[in-house]
């Protein structure tokens, strides 16, 4: 399986709603989106802590309201082509995906700062109400508190534990977790990372793989799931 990081950012912006659908018209039937809360606690589409980069504005997402995040501009700083599109709320991308029928591995983003329990209430709320299926959706963190209180307020969504770090087993953060899969810098792993890995049973994910020509390699190892910038290249 592959994974549309960020939407297809090696052709639209990313974590746009144009990006969504951009991946799913080149293939894609797996996307990865990045969600946080705005000021006023709305989920809301984005990766980076700061809206300089992705965005017209500049700050920090965290102390924006969403009527703040909804004037500016997300597509603008990739292509003028793009210009005018709008900050996508969690809401709409769920919208999307259930529209184009895509697996959403949404990933709750958490800086220093931002409140683990509060986004996954926010997050778990608006998947029951969208009314989003569960068998088209994982919660993906590298926050154990997030996917903890993610089972906790839905046992049954599919978690997705996220790490640049091979010692994480140790953690015992793991077991209250209870992971559907482990998501893991495909720099770090090994074969006898990978073989104890799917010996737990666990799915393994691999980020951020931009190198078509290795995913065969990754794939023999027992990489199920490879999530790349590029979709259309694999
Ligand atoms: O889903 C894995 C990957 O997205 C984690 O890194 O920084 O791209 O969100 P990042
Ligand atoms: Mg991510």
New binding site residues.
Partial sequence: MLTA??GIPSKAPENTLSGIRLAAQLGARWV???TQLSKDRIPVIM?DESLDRTTNGTGLLREKTLDQLRMLDTGEWYKADYSGELFPILEEALEECKRLNLTLNL?L?LYPGSDPEALAERVIELIQETEFPLDKLLL?SFSGDALIRCRELMPDVRRGF?SDRTDFSLNQTLNEIEPYSIHLDHRILTPEIARDIKGTGVVLAI?TLNEPEKAEYFFNMGVDNIITDMIDQF
């Fill in positions: 990081h960020r990865e989106l990045d990766h990933e983003k993906s996220i980020w």
